[in-house]
């Protein structure tokens, strides 16, 4: 559970700077030709991402909205672990709908994990007929809890990556 200890959650963009940086790595340790751009605020209320990877390779672009997780502090469990996806600017709706875009999902909250931030998050697209709101890495078993939302299917990193290089993800160019 050490993954979830922490006094103060750190804030989106550091976990945004933690996975760019871990990817980055990634490709370069891979040999994969790659740029990525994070966008303007003007430009990410328009198309609902954070950050655009592109893949000279296969001319193809993935976009990518972070947000950060939050967990109980007194108690950090998994089941308590949740993010906020709310449909600012419409955001949740633009994430269901773009096929090229995904919520990319810590799902840690120390800081000594950073380095390997990229092994400890979620890949994740909600279908068209789900709901913004508080959604939870796993369902739970309390009365209140299993009311909520839940991350359906996430993927981990070599599952996208995968994905991505064997063009079932991404938008040609």
Avoid at 30 to 44: S, T, V, W
Avoid at 64 to 93: A, H
Wanted: aromatic fraction near 16%; charge should be positive.
């Amino acid at each position: 559970m050490d993954a979830l200890k922490s006094e103060i959650i750190p804030l989106e963009r550091e976990f945004e700077a933690w996975i760019i940086s871990n990817i980055e790595r990634y490709f370069e340790t891979n040999g994969i030709k790659y740029y990525i751009r994070a966008l303007m605020p003007k430009e990410e209320k328009k198309i609902g991402a954070d950050e655009l990877m592109f893949f000279s390779n296969s001319y193809k672009v993935v976009a990518l909205q972070f947000k950060r997780p939050y967990v109980n502090i007194e108690n950090p469990t998994w089941e308590s672990l949740y993010w906020n996806l709310f449909n600012q600017s419409n955001q949740f709706t633009k994430v269901a709908k773009i096929p090229s875009l995904y919520y990319c999902l810590p799902a840690f909250t120390n800081r000594n994990y950073r380095k390997e931030a990229l092994s400890h998050c979620f890949f994740w697209k909600p279908n068209k007929n789900e709901k913004d709101g508080k959604y939870y890495l796993k369902q739970g078993s309390d009365e209140s809890h299993s009311k909520n939302n839940y991350i359906k299917n996430p993927m981990k990193w070599v599952q996208f990556i995968k994905e991505i290089l064997e063009c079932r993800i991404g938008c040609k160019l």
